[in-house]
């Protein structure tokens, strides 16, 4: 019985020791743990210090380097001979003719992540005055910014881009037919300005033409148009002044709106300008206006049938006029995207002289070769 009791006290004592050496193994543990998470809060400081030091010695490399630029350039150019069977003023004639064969070049150099500078020089070739490398259509330099694109040099106006481009779809150095006879394509001593607001786009031109004329802007031509999924409509104000022999005698004066839609194999665009030209002093005044229709169907892949009505109004009375409407209707076969053949009808319904229609058949062929580096 007395060995009972010492067992008993040697085993009471052994689980007090082995309790004590528990609770002592836990208070380390806990310990351990506490300092674990001291030393991972002060590896996390030290690694988001290193990190913003890290960017800071970046931000200060890229500030000292010069800002890297991406470079592209185009050369192109487009050849448009026709041929046709023409009858004007009574008398019949076959010829060769050009519907604006040019060629050109242009460089875009972009830097600064959302800048650009661009440049462009176009040149038009007369395929029916013996080829020559004729006279510039387009030479100028823009910057395109996120504020908006500011051109100076020869460009296209506001009442091209906006009006007359979209019922421009024919293979004729006369098209649109309305708008071509009194209306503007290119404009030298051109500035320009042009914002894009998501489909809002702003523009607005002036020529400065020295001490041709007035001695201050020349042209003014303003504008806004909305595009959205095929849609297209726009609406422009121009103010031009008429010279003789570099003194300003007058002024032009047009509100002009279009309207144009793509549909899935149809396109349709509707133009419309009405003018009033003005002399100094109120001596004479006359009122004008322009309306062209332009339509185009795709037939399978490869055909498109187009149709133009056109009216023109230049103000005059009787024999001085130039009024006159018409149409003309337009067969394309376009094998590839680079080759365009078509043959074409047009009729014009003069109001106080001779009629002229002409049937013509022609090509087109466009080059074009892109460098990005």
């Not at 649109?176 to 914002?195: A, G």
């Not at 062209?292 to 056109?310: E, M, P, R, T, W």
């Amino acid at each position: 019985m007395q060995y009972l009791k010492n067992y008993f006290f040697v085993f009471c004592f052994l689980l007090m020791f082995i309790n004590n050496c528990i609770a002592d193994e836990r208070a380390a543990l806990s310990d351990l743990k506490s300092q674990l998470l001291i030393l991972e809060k002060k590896i996390e400081a030290l690694e988001k210090a290193q990190v913003k030091k890290d960017k800071i010695h970046k931000l200060k490399k890229l500030n000292n380097s010069p800002a890297k630029t991406a470079e592209s350039v185009k050369l192109y150019a487009t050849l448009r001979p026709t041929f046709g069977y023409i009858n004007e003023s009574n008398e019949n004639n076959w010829d060769v003719k050009d519907a604006l064969s040019h060629a050109g070049i242009k460089a875009v150099s972009k830097f600064n992540g959302s800048w650009s500078a661009e440049l462009q020089g176009e040149w038009g070739i007369d395929l029916s005055n013996n080829g020559d490398f004729g006279k510039a259509r387009q030479v100028y330099v823009a910057l395109n910014s996120p504020i908006g694109r500011i051109g100076i040099g020869k460009q296209r106006p506001t009442q091209y881009l906006f009006i007359a481009e979209y019922v421009d779809i024919f293979n004729h150095g006369n098209s649109p037919f309305s708008y071509d006879p009194e209306s503007i394509f290119f404009v030298d001593n051109l500035l320009t300005y042009q914002l894009k607001v998501q489909n809002l786009t702003w523009m607005a031109v002036a020529q400065f033409n020295g001490d041709k004329g007035d001695n201050n802007s020349d042209l003014f031509n303003l504008g806004v148009s909305y595009d959205y999924a095929g849609l297209h409509g726009a609406v422009t104000y121009l103010n031009e002044d008429t010279n003789q022999a570099d003194i300003k005698e007058g002024e032009n004066e047009i509100y002009a709106a279009s309207l144009a839609y793509s549909f899935e194999n149809l396109y349709l665009a509707a133009s419309y300008q009405d003018k009033t030209y003005k002399l100094m002093n109120n001596q004479f005044e006359r009122e004008g206006h322009t309306f062209d229709l332009s339509a185009a169907y795709q037939i399978l892949s490869n055909y498109k049938v187009k149709l133009g009505y056109f009216d023109f109004s230049d103000g005059y009375q009787l024999s001085k006029s130039q009024d006159h409407s018409g149409y003309n209707a337009t067969f394309e076969w376009l094998p590839t995207n680079a080759l365009r053949f078509h043959l074409e009808y047009l009729y014009r319904d003069y109001d106080f002289t001779d009629n002229f229609s002409s049937w013509s058949i022609g090509f087109r062929y466009d080059l074009t070769r892109k460098w990005s580096y």
